[in-house]
């Protein structure tokens, strides 16, 4: 049973007993509030979402770019906040020697795909990077854990390997951008709590220009027979297939 239909039993529950302490005679139907329960169990749980969704992030920079294309895609804006920290440190310029570019550092196939014209254009990067990570989630059943290895490594090798790749960039790299969210989230929490905006998350997140770049200098990528004639998802710094 839902919050709105818990509040709807107990207020007819509240108003029958006060019908009956005031001597009224007559009292709303006992049986309605049992009947409310009845058909609220056989309408079954509410749906769950593709994503839950966080609170919005504030005090980084595409703030408001980042919430839109989180919201759109049903996406946490603390995890799509962490993931842009981790691949270019907020720098709308990053490009990685393997040809990932702008905030999302999207590879050149994954940006067609994603029907990205100019990777460098924030609002176009963050649109992109979000609705790749939400194609992520939805093909691996919602688990962040393995979305983000397949952003970063490629859905092939997430599926080759039944898991995160045993890749120590990708590993770190899951964990880190978890970590970043972690911290958006914290940040707005506490924000919220004192009715402040979430300026907190600002001191990790606005890091040098290419701080998050350098961390992921690439070289070209090797391609194994299965992959496509481009690389899909991230840059990488190491040679293994990413589709």
Excluded at 14 to 23: D, K, T, V, Y
């Amino acid at each position: 049973m839902n919050v709105g239909s818990t509040d709807a039993v107990a207020r007819v529950q509240a108003i029958q007993q006060m019908a009956s302490s005031l001597g009224l005679g007559a009292t709303p139907s006992s049986g309605f509030a049992s009947a409310l329960q009845s058909a609220e169990a056989a309408g079954g749980a509410t749906a769950t979402p593709a994503a839950t969704k966080g609170g919005a992030v504030s005090g980084v920079a595409y703030a408001s770019e980042i919430n839109a294309a989180a919201t759109k895609y049903g996406l946490d804006p603390a995890l799509l906040a962490g993931l842009v920290k981790q691949e270019s440190g907020f720098n709308p310029n990053a490009t990685s020697s393997a040809g990932a570019k702008g905030l999302t550092q999207l590879m050149p196939a994954t940006a067609r795909s994603l029907g990205v014209t100019d990777a460098s254009d924030p609002a176009q990067a963050l649109e992109g990077g979000a609705k790749y990570l939400r194609q992520m989630l939805d093909k691996f059943g919602g688990d962040e854990k393995l979305a983000l290895a397949a952003y970063n490594a490629g859905p092939g090798a997430v599926t080759r390997f039944g898991g995160i790749p045993p890749y120590a960039e990708t590993k770190a790299y899951v964990e880190k951008v978890l970590a970043n969210r972690d911290g958006f989230a914290a940040s707005a929490t506490s924000a919220s709590a004192l009715g402040l905006p979430a300026t907190a998350a600002a001191v990790g997140a606005t890091t040098s220009a290419g701080s998050a770049s350098a961390n992921r200098t690439s070289t070209a990528l090797a391609l194994d027979s299965s992959s496509s004639s481009d690389t899909y998802g991230s840059g990488s710094s190491l040679n293994y297939p990413t589709t």
